[in-house]
């Protein structure tokens, strides 16, 4: 799919990048917020546990979650280059019986999509124009834990994302960043019956775990 909802992820996440970020990964392991979000959900997970990755790149939560004996896996994946990377390594590891890799706009495929026990969306809700709908949306497949990446609601990361959305602009290139306020999103979570358990916060990004029925 080369643009959802006005976001060309096929241009900023393509064949090249994929194959940057898993040389990256397949070399020193999960990173930073990832790494973060990885320790939270195995912390607060008894395994083995079905996963519902939402626009999760080369699949890093998947493969570390496979790993650790979860019983199943979902990633949805709006870049077709990235989409096809996970159903590659999801082969090239053996892991094609209990990896299931969905292309496109998960607001649009939702559908189609299992619950699981953990739904995780890494760097994703920022990425996204539609935060209401991608949120209710992912969080009702959430049979236990949701855990998000996003960045902290502070001014000087608007500010941030702001001059990378005018510099995507000068580019000609059809992709924008959102800071999404963590109150925004908490209240839609809220409303669906999930409450916060943890959050790690560093420079950048916030990790947010929430629990059902907590």
Request: proline residues 4%.
């Amino acid at each position: 799919m080369s643009c959802c909802r006005g976001q060309n992820y096929d241009r900023l996440f393509g064949t090249k990048a994929a194959r940057k970020e898993l040389r990256a990964y397949q070399k020193r392991g999960p990173r930073g917020a990832t790494w973060r979000l990885l320790r939270l959900v195995k912390a607060a997970s008894t395994q083995p546990v079905s996963l519902l990755d939402i626009g999760g790149g080369i699949g890093v939560i998947p493969q570390e979650m496979l790993k650790v004996g979860a019983s199943m896996v979902t990633s949805v994946e709006a870049s077709g280059a990235y989409a096809a990377t996970t159903r590659r390594v999801a082969r090239d590891q053996g892991y094609g019986e209990r990896w299931t890799s969905v292309e496109g706009d998960f607001v649009e495929r939702s559908g189609e999509v299992p619950p699981a026990d953990v739904v995780t969306l890494d760097k994703v809700i920022c990425c996204y124009p539609d935060m209401p709908a991608l949120v209710s949306l992912s969080v009702s497949k959430a049979q236990k834990l949701y855990c998000i990446v996003v960045p902290q609601d502070r001014w000087w990361v608007r500010v941030a994302i702001q001059v990378e959305n005018a510099v995507m602009r000068l580019l000609r290139c059809e992709f924008q960043g959102f800071a999404h306020p963590h109150a925004a999103i908490d209240a839609v979570l809220d409303e669906a019956g999930l409450r916060k358990v943890a959050t790690e916060s560093h420079w950048i990004w916030s990790v947010r775990l929430y629990a059902r029925g907590a």
